[in-house]
């Protein structure tokens, strides 16, 4: 695939006007929260993509991450198959500059700032918002490329949906969901539930063509529940739990290397309680978090570390008038770190406010400052402003704004036995910062048909990275024993650069309907990923093309084809330290869908029907050619 040439298929493909995947979605009618302030997509300044319950289902994907990707500015990897270790970036930034929140709960680890993207289930999600750009104002400390908020489907019709899904690589995944309405006590109630559980003997996380046959299994139990309660037209009660416990099977590192022994077994609860009351033109919230992550690996050695959060936070939003509106925070977060020898903890207070104007006509504007007081590094400041304007049928959105990132508390004190001396931590580091705009052009020929073309750049300054330095006589990196499979040549630890980190590129994206029931769309990104010395950057690819064509065939029967094509990828050979170029690829996924009655659908899907060989990480593994069934009967 290496001579592919992306942009004669990007044009063939995006001057139809490609993008959402949503077969019958109204851009204005979605509400997104990018500013704090509940308002329509399309009367935000930022760039935002919004997936509704509608879209993840024309997909059929399972996981999170496999929806994503299909996304402008997104791309991601794994370390082998379903749960194995992966990763999202938002134009090119890695996991642990994206806030991820599910229902208002922030699951990005507490110890190294990255969400378990493996254990991020679609089935009973409403709306998924896509955030691209720097958002630290509203987000905090990792929001630099971008944040994501999936919603739990809660409310509305009773409804109770039960699915059953089965195909290759021994998948095997049952979930259930109910949601609805309730009067408890003469309150309204609204509700919405969901458990997973997922058995899968995957695929050999080490790359099968250098000779692993292991395979390294799955297995999760996911559960979700929302309960809102209306006590009064003025008073509320939104209760957000969440809860993850997995076990998945790896292989030695660095690959190539089969292991029966190697696993990692992960534990997540997390949960929010915010009480919101309206007093004439405010809307006052209040909210109180708590999130709790217990990792252990399970290798030539056990190490286990937990990570928790604890998060108290207001909001108050005074409508001025019809178009203007103010957003006013006060936030306090404690982070713990945890390991077997040492607790560590640290705390921020923050202070925001965010002044917002939207004619409701097409033209919008916000500015926002932000405060952040960290009892470790001190004050920083951070600012970010938006602006729309749409004309007849075409428009324009700009974007800029500041942020930072305060070191993950594994970056500072973290402990491996991959590190001189056992310590890859360093307490002499200090926050990044960075500056961020983007700019778009958009051309809206209909309601549900538009093209937007949007150039962007991120700069991050004093960036943290991960060095290598020589191990010395005794340091642990070079132990060796029966359960070790290699000596190593390098030991790393976390150091501060004097470089800048720059992230920029270009995004193309659309969506047309070609007749009233096809939809084509899709996106192009060109993404220039550098480091602080001026190099390219690992694990993100130049180019990436998706394309998405969705049908109704008749009443009961549709389909849907998604084709990605990725060029210009390099990563890391661990084993010798040397930069490798990866293989392009592209992807055919292929699904149907029939309405068996009113009640019952039964879909079907491929995945990588061409079965094209390929890698994300160098050296892991990738799903060939899989076959899915799925039932789902709702009552």
């Not at 630099?144 to 899904?165: C, H, R, W």
Request: with cysteine; proline share 2%; aromatic share 10%.
């Amino acid at each position: 695939m290496k001579n592919i040439q992306l942009s004669a298929l990007a044009g063939l493909c995006l001057s139809a006007s490609l993008m959402a995947p949503a077969l019958a979605q109204e851009v204005d009618e979605i509400i997104v929260s990018a500013t704090g302030i509940p308002t329509p997509a399309a009367q935000i300044g930022a760039s935002v993509d919004v997936l509704t319950a509608e879209d993840l289902e024309n997909q059929q994907v399972i996981y999170l991450q496999d929806a994503l990707k299909t996304l402008a500015g997104v791309n991601s990897y794994a370390s082998g198959g379903a749960g194995s270790t992966s990763n999202v970036f938002l134009r090119g930034m890695t996991g642990k500059y994206s806030g991820v929140y599910v229902d208002g709960v922030q699951i990005n680890d507490p110890a190294s700032q990255q969400a378990s993207w493996a254990n991020l289930p679609t089935h009973g999600l409403d709306t998924v918002e896509v955030l691209r750009g720097t958002q630290g104002v509203l987000y905090g400390s990792e929001a630099i490329g971008g944040a994501i908020n999936l919603f739990t489907a809660y409310g509305g019709e009773t409804k109770t949906t039960a699915a059953v899904d089965i195909g290759s690589f021994g998948t095997n995944i049952v979930s259930l969901s109910s949601q609805g309405e309730a009067n408890p006590l003469g309150y309204g109630l609204g509700y919405g539930l969901f458990v997973q559980q997922t058995d899968r003997d995957g695929i050999s996380a080490a790359n099968e063509k250098d000779g692993n046959v292991e395979k390294d299994g799955y297995e999760s139990l996911t559960g979700r529940a929302r309960f809102v309660v209306d006590f009064s037209e003025q008073i509320s009660v939104d209760v957000a739990l969440r809860s993850v416990s997995s076990e998945v099977d790896t292989d030695a590192f660095p690959p190539p290397s089969d292991s029966l022994t190697h696993y990692t077994d992960f534990e997540s609860i997390g949960g929010r309680m915010s009480l919101d009351y309206s007093a004439g033109d405010w809307q006052h919230k209040v909210s109180l978090g708590q999130t709790e992550d217990i990792s252990s690996a399970y290798t030539f050695s056990t190490s286990t570390t937990k990570g928790s959060r604890d998060n108290l936070g207001y909001r108050g939003v005074l409508g001025f008038s019809d178009t203007i509106d103010l957003l006013i925070g006060v936030e306090s977060e404690t982070e713990t770190y945890e390991t077997s020898d040492a607790t560590h903890e640290t705390e921020t207070d923050a202070l925001l406010a965010l002044l917002q104007y939207s004619d409701g006509q097409g033209r919008s504007a916000s500015f926002a400052v932000r405060q952040d007081d960290s009892k470790a590094f001190g004050k920083f400041d951070t600012s970010r402003f938006a602006a729309k304007q749409m004309f007849d049928r075409f428009g324009f959105r700009a974007s800029i704004g500041t942020g930072f990132r305060a070191p993950s508390l594994y970056e500072t004190y973290g402990l491996s036995d991959y590190c001189a001396e056992g310590l890859c931590g360093n307490i002499q580091l200090q926050p990044e910062e960075s500056q961020g705009h983007d700019l778009a052009v958009i051309f809206q020929p209909t309601q549900n048909s538009y093209l937007e073309l949007a150039s962007f750049k991120i700069t991050v300054s004093d960036f943290i990275k991960y060095g290598n330095v020589t191990p010395q006589a005794g340091d642990a990196c070079l132990a060796t024993n029966s359960n070790r499979e290699y000596e190593a040549t390098q030991c790393g630890k976390y150091e501060q650069s004097d470089g800048d980190s720059v992230s920029s590129g270009y995004e193309l994206r659309g969506r047309m309907e070609i007749f009233e029931q096809t939809v084509l769309s899709g996106n192009f990104t060109k993404l220039d990923a550098e480091t602080e010395t001026g190099a390219r950057d690992i694990r993100r690819p130049e180019e990436t093309l998706n394309a998405n064509l969705s049908h109704r065939i008749s009443e009961r029967l549709s389909g849907n084809m998604n084709v990605q094509v990725v060029r210009k990828i390099i990563d890391t050979n661990f084993a010798t330290y040397q930069q490798v170029d990866l293989d392009d690829y592209a992807l055919l996924n292929l699904s149907a869908a029939y309405q068996l009655s009113e009640t019952a659908k039964l879909s079907a899907r491929v995945e990588n029907a061409l079965d094209d060989q390929y890698e994300t990480v160098f050296g892991f593994g990738t799903p060939g050619r899989a076959f899915y069934m799925s039932l789902t009967a709702s009552f």
